[in-house]
């Protein structure tokens, strides 16, 4: 099972990016999928989950209204497009899976989590 992230980089305020992941040995269309972030010297973070079909979808406060989370189970692949990105978005951002309800922000619960692309928003 392999999660695979990509898309982050250096932006500047403003600016926007779009992440991907894309999974390989799992039915991804049995997954919850979450990014998560993890800023130097904090924990790490839930930002926004998506459901199984992609219908639902749950944002925390710092990001709503500027990213988007979507999933295309043909593809085995999600996205996240990140807006009007701010210097306190600069983190390691996170692919994650796993077999729970959305409501779930506990980085534990996710089995499944890909390596990591750095996102830097400079000011």
């Known amino acids: 099972v392999q999660l695979q992230a990509s898309g982050g980089g250096l932006v500047q305020a403003g600016g926007s990016l779009r992440l991907s992941c894309v999974a390989s040995g799992i039915t991804i269309s049995m997954y919850t999928l979450a990014w998560f972030r993890q800023a130097p010297g904090k924990e790490r973070e839930s930002i926004a989950r998506i459901s199984r079909s992609g219908g639902t979808t749950v944002y925390a406060d710092s990001v709503k209204g ?16 990140m807006n009007s990105l701010k210097p306190e978005d600069t983190a390691v951002y996170y692919c994650a899976a796993a077999r729970t309800i959305l409501s779930d922000v506990n980085p534990n619960t996710y089995n499944f989590w890909g390596q990591g692309t750095l996102v830097t928003v400079s000011s």
């Not at 500027?66 to 497009?81: A, E, G, P, V």
Request: aromatic fraction near 12%; proline fraction near 0%; charged fraction near 40%.
């Open 66 to 81: 500027r990213f988007t989370i979507s999933r295309d189970n043909d593809k085995k692949t999600m996205y996240l497009q």
